[in-house]
């Protein structure tokens, strides 16, 4: 059983930039590291439907507005640096850059989509002149499996199969989380320590500096200035749900047209944090809340968001920054301006109700509008829920129990819209034709 330190430090961690070309880059970074500094000749990285799907339009921070897997690729092999997880490019430069177009340019990096894989899978093959080295990654983004140079092991994980006696291996977090209820889970954010309170809101300083970078530069569609525009003398006294949407759409957008900033993560992806931890801080920072409130109520958010995407997948058809993340932000909120489980429940159940069909269709500007309506609708379940508000009894995709609720919407995700990055996909590769 893990720890609440152990928890946040693994499902709650800064991430550079999207998180799908990210694991791309840390694959690659990986691999060239096993290549002794002999010039890269050629990059061939296999992705499942999701990361593809996702790396395909999302700006790569520090490129100037440069989008896409393969700049990431390449950027990776000339100067990407494993130890840093997934913030593996931090170190590259606008020469970096250059030389990264010169490859793409030039057909050294090819991306490929498996489409029989799914969630999160990155296999990177990185070659020189005489050598050929392969990472690949599994599971969650950072989750290196296999690591080769010239068909000989490096390193190989633990096998997970499905036959395997769970005894016998050490379940990652993710997985533990699975197999908890929902009560036994959210109980451990009353366990925070000092240490804990600044880890999370170091987490909100690093998505406001993102949103206000969002504010200040044209960034995506600019739904986060123009939300914050329409809102007008409002904005600053009573309308948080205003605030709310403006905050986390120009987080969003900053971020995904690769903004130079990291942002806190949750679950797995750094939308998931922007929605998982804005919504909770502005109503936080609205009412008075202490650090310690704000802290603990933000740890709610996340273990919800992260009991929804044990059960949804890593990576999925479904939004998971509206669904999953949109949940755990109205049961944070709730969290702390009650201090009542039920009613989070109900919060969680008011937003699951709502958004479960929002369709990912992949990591681009316009999450911002996905963020924005996962996080206002976040509020809007809350304050339902604290008037004592919800969804009277078992109905559509809500159930008579939260994991039951969960498990309804995520067999829509998991069995329902099986065929939804297929067909994205297909849109997608019809452009490049």
Avoid at 237 to 261: H, N, Q, T, V, W
């Amino acid at each position: 059983m893990f720890t609440i330190k152990e928890f946040l430090r693994s499902e709650v961690k800064p991430a550079l930039g999207c998180t799908e070309p990210g694991a791309v880059a840390l694959g690659v970074a990986r691999a060239v590291e096993e290549l002794g500094g002999a010039p890269v000749k050629e990059i061939e990285v296999v992705v499942s439907d999701s990361i593809y799907k996702n790396g395909m339009y999302v700006g790569i921070p520090g490129t100037n507005g440069l989008k896409g897997n393969d700049i990431a690729a390449a950027m990776a092999a000339l100067c990407g640096k494993s130890e840093y997880g997934l913030e593996v490019l931090k170190d590259c430069t606008e020469e970096i850059v250059k030389r990264s177009q010169v490859m793409v340019g030039s057909g050294m990096v090819n991306i490929i989509p498996d489409l029989d894989r799914h969630g999160v899978y990155v296999e990177a093959r990185v070659s020189t002149e005489k050598d050929s080295a392969i990472a690949v990654i599994e599971n969650t983004h950072t989750n290196i499996t296999k690591v080769a140079l010239n068909g000989t092991s490096i390193f190989q994980a633990e096998e997970r199969s499905a036959s395997s006696d769970p005894a016998s291996r050490k379940l990652s977090i993710p997985e533990q989380v699975g197999e908890m209820n929902f009560m036994e889970l959210v109980s451990m954010a009353e366990e925070i320590d000092a240490e804990d309170v600044d880890y999370v809101m170091n987490g909100v300083d690093m998505n406001l500096l993102v949103a206000e970078y969002g504010f200040s530069h044209s960034v995506g569609i600019n739904l986060g200035s123009t939300v914050r525009e329409l809102a007008g003398d409002h904005y600053e006294s009573d309308d948080l749900s205003s605030k709310i949407r403006a905050f986390a759409a120009a987080a969003s957008e900053a971020r995904m047209d690769g903004a130079p900033y990291p942002v806190m993560s949750s679950a797995g992806s750094g939308n998931h944090g922007i929605t998982a931890i804005l919504p909770v801080y502005v109503v936080g920072d609205h009412y008075g809340k202490s650090r310690e409130e704000i802290a603990k109520a933000l740890t709610f958010s996340h273990l919800t968001t992260s009991f929804i995407k044990s059960r949804m997948g890593r990576l999925s058809p479904v939004c998971g920054c509206s669904v999953a993340a949109g949940a755990g932000a109205a049961s944070g909120i709730v969290y702390m301006l009650s201090g009542d489980i039920h009613k989070a429940i109900k919060a969680v159940e008011i937003v699951l109700g709502n958004l479960v069909g929002m369709v990912c269709d992949g990591a681009k500007e316009t999450c911002a509008l996905k963020v924005g309506t996962g996080a206002v609708e976040a509020y809007y379940a809350a304050i339902l829920a604290l008037k004592g508000y919800g969804l009277n009894g078992a109905q559509g995709v809500v159930d008579n129990t939260i994991e039951k609720t969960v498990e309804n919407a995520a067999s829509i995700n998991v069995k329902g819209m099986t065929d939804v990055d297929r067909i994205i996909i297909q849109f997608i590769r019809e452009r490049f034709v």
